[in-house]
T-cell receptor, first 115, second 112 residues
């Protein structure tokens, strides 16, 4: 069964460093998302991406964050200068086999620890 | 941000019992989705609902999209130990585009 895959599974980084989290969405999906989940809390929306551009972003997704779809398969989230409060599980998701937003299928997540 | 109130926060039940959890909001939703999350894993989609009043089953799971479009419930019948996990409701608000708004989650514990 097709699935969303994320790498790495765990990333430890120094405060102020840049990190890139990588995702391979399900191949025939049109919408791509990043969500995050701080330990013990609910899942929070960061950004959605459709037709090679950001379609929606939350207040969390400030200038330190960026997304890119560098080729036909990968979808990346970059955090330019990490802060301690960026420590969380980051989930990539994809959905929408037709031009509509329906289900979102999540990857296994990348646990980001900023020290 | 928009709030989804999910209840109960946690449940401790015996194997074989039925379980019910729900989500309510003051806002209108276009879709409702129910996810299960195991520790250290991503949310796994269980059921998706698209129309007010829709009742959908997936094995022992049944979920309904409330008529007012402001609520949804999930029932699990004849629970088994592997049902343990956190269950999240999520939905697409009428006023938002593609983002999913998640509830706080229901932690389910099943005692064998």
């Amino acid at each position: 069964e097709p699935e969303v895959t994320q790498t790495p599974s765990h990333q430890v980084t120094q405060m102020g460093q840049e990190v890139i989290l990588r995702c391979v969405p399900i191949s025939n999906h049109l919408y791509f998302y990043w969500y995050r989940q701080i330990l013990g809390q609910k899942v929070e929306f960061l950004v959605s991406f459709y037709n090679n551009e950001i379609s929606e972003k939350s207040e969390i997704f400030d200038d330190q964050f960026s997304v890119e779809r560098p080729d036909g398969s990968n979808f990346t989230l970059k955090i330019r200068s990490t802060k301690l409060e960026d420590s969380a599980m980051y989930f990539c998701a994809s959905g929408g086999r037709v031009v509509s937003t329906t289900e979102a299928f999540f990857g296994q997540g990348t646990r980001l620890t900023v020290v | 941000g928009q709030q989804l109130n999910q209840s109960p926060q946690s449940m401790f039940i015996q194997e074989g019992e039925d379980v019910s959890m729900n989500c309510t909001s003051s806002s209108i939703f276009n879709t409702w989705l129910w996810y299960k999350q195991d520790p250290g894993e991503g949310p796994v989609l269980l059921i998706a609902l698209y129309k007010a009043g829709e009742l959908t089953s997936n094995g022992r799971l049944t979920a309904q999209f409330g008529i007012t479009r402001k609520d949804s419930f999930l029932n699990i019948s004849a629970s088994i130990p592997s049902d343990v996990g956190i269950y999240f409701c999520a939905g697409h608000l009428e006023t938002s585009g593609s983002r999913l708004t998640f509830g706080e989650g229901t932690q389910l514990t099943v005692n064998p």
